[in-house]
């Protein structure tokens, strides 16, 4: 079965620093992945997401991630933090032939400080 | 273009109770999916309707049901309710075309709480 780790569940900078978040997944055959950010009392919008084609994946709000095969990964950056990106962050993969479902990870905190 | 919008916002039930809660789906989408985001947790995938069929499920009791209308707007119903039902439950629309899959859209989510 596809799982999606997440490797911290919290994770605090500062505004202005760069942010990580890091996102691994278990597959043989490498799924669509996707990273979507959900903010208090919300639902899950969509920062971006690898398909086909070029790894290095822009967003909105000046996110991206780079998909790495060698590393089953899919972590997601942005240069400079800023105080609106607090938030909780979700990686998902998706396969058509796995129930066509997404498989979440757990999630991932974002405390950003002033 | 409307978004996926889900009704009640808010829901308390009691245990054994039943409860069913709606989801409208995105303009042009004939796909609805279902998760359940328990408190601190990634949302888990209970299943998927196709032009009105379960399309997929995840590891979810038979409890656990669904419907999806003519319309694509669809319902999500949890029968005989437990304390651990307790979650925010999403609904999500795509179109599905070709066997090529599209991005879901997530509504803002329906809070149930099983007191």
């Known amino acids: 079965a596809q799982s999606v780790t997440q490797l911290g569940s919290h994770v605090s900078v500062s505004e202005g620093a760069l942010v990580l978040l890091r996102c691994n997944y278990s597959s043989s055959v490498p799924p669509y992945l996707f990273w979507y950010v959900q903010y208090p009392n919300q639902g899950l919008q969509l920062l971006l997401k690898y398909t086909t084609g070029a790894t290095l994946v822009k967003g909105i709000n000046g996110f991206e991630a780079e998909f790495k095969k060698s590393e089953t990964s899919f972590h997601l950056t942005k240069p400079s933090a800023h105080m609106s990106d607090a938030a909780e962050y979700f990686c998902?993969?998706?396969?058509?032939?796995?129930?066509?479902?997404?498989?979440f990870g757990g999630g991932t905190r974002l405390m950003v400080k002033p | 273009e409307t978004g996926v919008t889900q009704s009640p916002t808010h829901l308390i039930k009691t245990r054994g109770q039943q409860v069913t809660l709606r989801c409208s789906s995105q303009?042009?989408?004939?796909?609805v999916s279902w998760y359940q985001q328990a408190l601190g947790q990634g949302p888990q995938f209970i299943f998927q309707?196709?032009?009105?069929?379960?399309?997929g499920r995840g590891n979810f009791p038979p409890r656990f049901s669904g419907l999806q209308f003519p319309n694509y707007s669809s319902e999500l119903n949890v029968n005989a309710l437990e304390l651990d039902d307790s979650a925010l439950y999403l609904c999500?629309?795509?179109?599905?075309?070709?066997?090529?899959?599209?991005?879901?859209?997530f509504g803002p989510g329906t809070r149930l709480t099983v007191l």
């Open positions: 309707y196709y032009r009105e069929e379960e399309n």
């Open positions: 998902a993969a998706f396969r058509n032939n796995a129930g066509n479902m997404l498989t």
């Open positions: 303009s042009g989408h004939n796909t």
């Open positions: 999500a629309s795509s179109d599905k075309t070709g066997g090529i899959f599209n991005e879901q859209f």
